[in-house]
Protein backbone atom coordinates (compact mmCIF):
# COMPACT_ATOMS: atom_id res chain seq x y z
CA UNK A 1 0.00 0.00 0.00
CA UNK A 2 1.42 3.53 -1.21
CA UNK A 3 1.56 5.83 2.22
CA UNK A 4 2.97 9.73 1.67
CA UNK A 5 3.29 11.78 4.73
CA UNK A 6 3.95 15.05 4.51
CA UNK A 7 6.19 17.31 7.34
CA UNK A 8 7.70 20.73 7.67
CA UNK A 9 4.70 23.00 7.30
CA UNK A 10 4.29 26.23 9.72
CA UNK A 11 3.81 29.28 10.45
CA UNK A 12 6.05 32.30 8.61
CA UNK A 13 6.30 35.73 7.69
CA UNK A 14 6.31 37.13 4.04
CA UNK A 15 9.60 36.46 2.57
CA UNK A 16 10.56 33.74 4.92
CA UNK A 17 11.45 29.87 3.54
CA UNK A 18 10.12 26.94 4.47
CA UNK A 19 10.95 23.03 3.66
CA UNK A 20 8.42 20.47 3.26
CA UNK A 21 9.33 16.49 2.78
CA UNK A 22 6.82 14.07 1.62
CA UNK A 23 8.26 10.38 3.12
CA UNK A 24 7.03 7.44 0.33
CA UNK A 25 6.51 4.11 1.41
CA UNK A 26 4.95 1.05 -0.55
CA UNK A 27 5.69 2.58 -3.84
CA UNK A 28 7.01 -0.32 -6.29
CA UNK A 29 6.52 1.25 -9.49
CA UNK A 30 9.88 1.60 -11.29
CA UNK A 31 8.55 5.22 -12.42
CA UNK A 32 7.15 8.19 -11.27
CA UNK A 33 5.68 11.42 -11.23
CA UNK A 34 5.41 13.28 -7.86
CA UNK A 35 3.84 16.57 -7.17
CA UNK A 36 2.83 18.92 -4.85
CA UNK A 37 -0.67 20.44 -4.83
CA UNK A 38 -2.01 23.30 -2.47
CA UNK A 39 -5.19 24.22 -1.45
CA UNK A 40 -6.44 27.13 0.06
CA UNK A 41 -9.97 27.58 1.82
CA UNK A 42 -12.35 28.22 -0.61
CA UNK A 43 -10.49 27.19 -3.44
CA UNK A 44 -9.75 24.50 -5.58
CA UNK A 45 -6.71 22.36 -5.44
CA UNK A 46 -4.13 23.40 -7.44
CA UNK A 47 -0.45 21.97 -9.08
CA UNK A 48 2.34 24.30 -7.68
CA UNK A 49 5.47 21.97 -8.88
CA UNK A 50 6.24 18.36 -10.19
CA UNK A 51 9.38 16.02 -10.37
CA UNK A 52 9.39 12.67 -12.92
CA UNK A 53 11.88 9.55 -12.46
CA UNK A 54 13.87 11.14 -15.52
CA UNK A 55 14.56 14.16 -13.84
CA UNK A 56 12.30 17.13 -15.52
CA UNK A 57 10.58 19.06 -13.34
CA UNK A 58 7.38 21.66 -13.88
CA UNK A 59 6.29 24.50 -11.69
CA UNK A 60 3.26 26.87 -11.58
CA UNK A 61 4.25 30.08 -13.02
CA UNK A 62 2.82 31.55 -9.25
CA UNK A 63 5.73 30.19 -7.69
CA UNK A 64 8.77 30.08 -10.35
CA UNK A 65 11.64 31.20 -9.13
CA UNK A 66 10.91 30.88 -5.63
CA UNK A 67 10.08 26.97 -5.35
CA UNK A 68 12.17 24.17 -5.89
CA UNK A 69 11.01 20.14 -6.57
CA UNK A 70 13.61 17.61 -5.50
CA UNK A 71 13.54 13.87 -4.48
CA UNK A 72 16.32 12.18 -2.78
CA UNK A 73 15.42 8.57 -4.09
CA UNK A 74 17.47 7.27 -1.33
CA UNK A 75 15.41 8.07 1.02
CA UNK A 76 12.43 8.07 -0.57
CA UNK A 77 11.46 11.50 0.14
CA UNK A 78 9.97 14.12 -1.75
CA UNK A 79 10.48 17.91 -0.76
CA UNK A 80 9.66 21.68 -1.91
CA UNK A 81 11.91 24.35 -0.95
CA UNK A 82 9.97 27.02 -1.03
CA UNK A 83 11.99 30.34 -0.84
CA UNK A 84 10.78 34.60 -0.62
CA UNK A 85 6.99 33.08 0.53
CA UNK A 86 4.01 35.43 0.18
CA UNK A 87 0.74 35.60 1.63
CA UNK A 88 -0.90 34.35 -0.90
CA UNK A 89 1.27 30.91 -0.52
CA UNK A 90 -1.27 30.21 2.58
CA UNK A 91 -2.72 27.00 1.79
CA UNK A 92 -2.99 23.15 2.48
CA UNK A 93 -0.05 21.46 0.93
CA UNK A 94 -0.36 18.22 -0.81
CA UNK A 95 2.30 15.57 -1.78
CA UNK A 96 0.63 13.05 -4.51
CA UNK A 97 2.08 10.29 -7.21
CA UNK A 98 1.61 8.35 -10.19
CA UNK A 99 3.77 5.84 -11.86
CA UNK A 100 3.13 7.52 -15.05
CA UNK A 101 0.73 11.28 -16.36
CA UNK A 102 2.05 12.61 -19.57
CA UNK A 103 3.87 16.18 -19.06
CA UNK A 104 0.72 18.53 -20.37
CA UNK A 105 -1.27 16.90 -16.68
CA UNK A 106 1.81 16.98 -14.49
CA UNK A 107 0.32 19.36 -12.36
CA UNK A 108 -3.22 18.18 -12.47
CA UNK A 109 -4.67 16.87 -9.60
CA UNK A 110 -7.14 14.09 -10.89
CA UNK A 111 -4.29 12.75 -12.65
CA UNK A 112 -2.92 11.47 -9.29
CA UNK A 113 -4.28 8.24 -7.57
CA UNK A 114 -1.65 8.24 -4.31
CA UNK A 115 -2.38 11.21 -2.22
CA UNK A 116 -0.82 12.19 1.25
CA UNK A 117 -2.66 13.76 4.00
CA UNK A 118 -1.71 17.65 3.57
CA UNK A 119 0.46 19.54 5.80
CA UNK A 120 -0.35 23.71 6.63
CA UNK A 121 1.26 26.51 5.42
CA UNK A 122 0.35 29.96 6.42
CA UNK A 123 2.44 32.81 5.44
CA UNK A 124 1.67 36.44 7.39
CA UNK A 125 2.18 39.71 6.10
Known amino acids: QVQLVESGGGSVQAGGSLRLSCAVSGYTYSRYCMGWFRQAPGKEREGVAAIVSDGWTSYADSVKGRFTVSKDNAKNTLYLQMNSLKPEDTAMYYC???????????????????WGQGTQVTVSS
Open 96 to 114: AAEPYIRAQKWLAPPEYRF
